[in-house]
């Protein structure tokens, strides 16, 4: 197997060789589903970036250091009889068929509305067997909200919550009336700060509450605020790194500028940007 051409099955082996108790890798015969976690959350990171960086020979090799995540699960699942590669595929392609049925079955949808509204009413039907399989009822139904990852970032988790509520009608009807909740959260935020004393505690909830406002008009601009906030950091680090620049070219350490000057180089910038575009 060692000199076969690669290929998936490849891939199962050298995982299973990595894992052998005898003469696989003391770093990975001792991992468990937990500690490869965070690695797991490092590539799929990783593969997001070399897709915005547009890095496709990075992409490559970062898609197969995420599959790679993939087939360990599923190493791990078959050593402790739970699952393995095989029926992760098979549960993929189920879940894929079943939820296309305007693809795969005689289901007539055609607009990507309608498309949406059966893939959410397709997991809702996921989540109703989930719970009464869990709870060994045939009757009751999971809350609107089960099963959103406690784990997922903030703003996706925000913006998911959102989503579900929306998919029962708990929604704004217009991007008007979001748009009038933001400033109302502003207002509130306002109050707090200025607030005597200030209480600490209240202008954190309050920030929050402004920031899952946020998320919402996001929404309902069908935009993803994970990925607006990722290219606006990006925006502001290119920026910044251009800022960084100018005053070394100034011969002045950068702590040696005020603020007024850095102000200067940042319009400097702006207007450079414009200029190129």
């Not at 189920?94 to 296309?100: G, N, S, Y």
Request: glycine share 2%; with cysteine.
């Amino acid at each position: 197997m060692l000199n076969d051409a690669p290929s998936i099955n490849k891939l199962r082996w050298i995982m299973s060789q990595l894992r052998d108790p005898q003469a696989g890798c003391p770093w990975d015969i001792k991992q468990d589903f937990a500690s490869i976690t965070r690695h797991t959350l490092e590539e799929a990171y990783e593969v997001v970036d070399a897709i915005e960086q547009q890095d496709f020979v990075e992409l490559e090799k970062e898609l197969g250091d995420l599959l790679f995540q993939v087939v360990f699960y599923s190493q791990l699942g078959d050593e402790q009889q739970l699952f393995n590669l095989d029926s992760v595929i098979a549960a993929i392609c189920e879940k894929l068929i079943r939820r296309h049925p305007h693809v795969f079955a005689s289901t007539d949808l055609q607009t990507d509305e309608e498309i949406k509204a059966n893939w959410e009413n397709e997991k809702r039907l996921e989540r109703e067997l989930k719970y009464q399989s869990e709870n060994d009822k045939t009757d009751g139904s999971a809350t609107i909200l089960a099963d959103i990852p406690k784990s997922l970032p903030a703003l996706s988790q925000a913006a998911k919550i959102q989503k579900r509520c929306a998919h029962v009608g708990f929604d704004w009807h217009n991007i008007e009336d979001v748009f009038q909740k933001i400033k109302e959260e502003v207002q509130e935020v306002e109050e707090e700060l200025y607030a005597k004393p200030m209480n600490q505690e209240a202008l954190a909830e309050e920030l929050g509450d402004l920031m899952f406002a946020v998320v919402n008009l996001c929404r309902h601009a069908k935009e993803d605020p994970e990925t607006l906030l990722r290219k606006a950091n990006q925006k502001f680090t290119k920026r910044f790194n251009a800022v960084e620049q100018l005053a070394n070219q100034s011969g002045k350490a950068f702590e040696s500028h005020d603020l007024e000057e850095l102000e200067q180089y940042w319009s400097q910038v702006k207007t450079l940007e414009k200029a190129q575009s």
